[in-house]
């Protein structure tokens, strides 16, 4: 059983930057940040493995870092140059297969989500 509690979220400004974190209670292979605005889909945005390779929905490559402190049992997820469009609840997701990546199918245990609101 993988328990997980997310931080960070809050409300900036378009160009802005926020750092999500998620403590991690349990171990998990795969670590990753999800994303569900109103009205949609919940998507994948990134991942990590417990070998550090990382993953990254093409939305989101070169604004957002993921990684993980295995110390300290916190996921992170940098998120510079925010858009609008990025706006949603954001949820951390934990799944204990040895394949990783930013599909849904990866992940067995998520979080409750906090929201990054992205407006002038």
């Known amino acids: 059983q993988v328990q997980l509690v997310e931080s960070g979220g809050g409300s900036v400004q378009p160009g802005g930057s926020l750092k999500l974190s998620c403590e991690v209670s349990?171990?998990?292979?795969?670590l990753g940040w999800f994303r569900q605005a109103p009205g949609q889909e919940r998507e994948g945005v990134a991942a990590?493995?417990?070998?550090?390779?990382?993953y990254y929905a093409d939305f989101v490559r070169g604004r957002f870092t993921i990684s993980r402190d295995n110390a300290k049992n916190t996921l992170y997820l940098q998120m510079n140059s925010l858009k609008p469009e990025d706006t949603a609840m954001y949820y951390c997701?934990?799944?204990?297969?040895?394949?990783?990546?930013?599909?849904?199918?990866?992940?067995?245990?998520w979080g409750q989500g906090t929201q990054v609101t992205v407006s002038s």
């Open positions: 990590i493995s417990a070998r550090d390779s990382s």
């Open positions: 997701a934990a799944g204990q297969s040895n394949r990783c990546s930013t599909s849904e199918q990866r992940f067995n245990y």
């Open positions: 349990g171990y998990a292979y795969c």
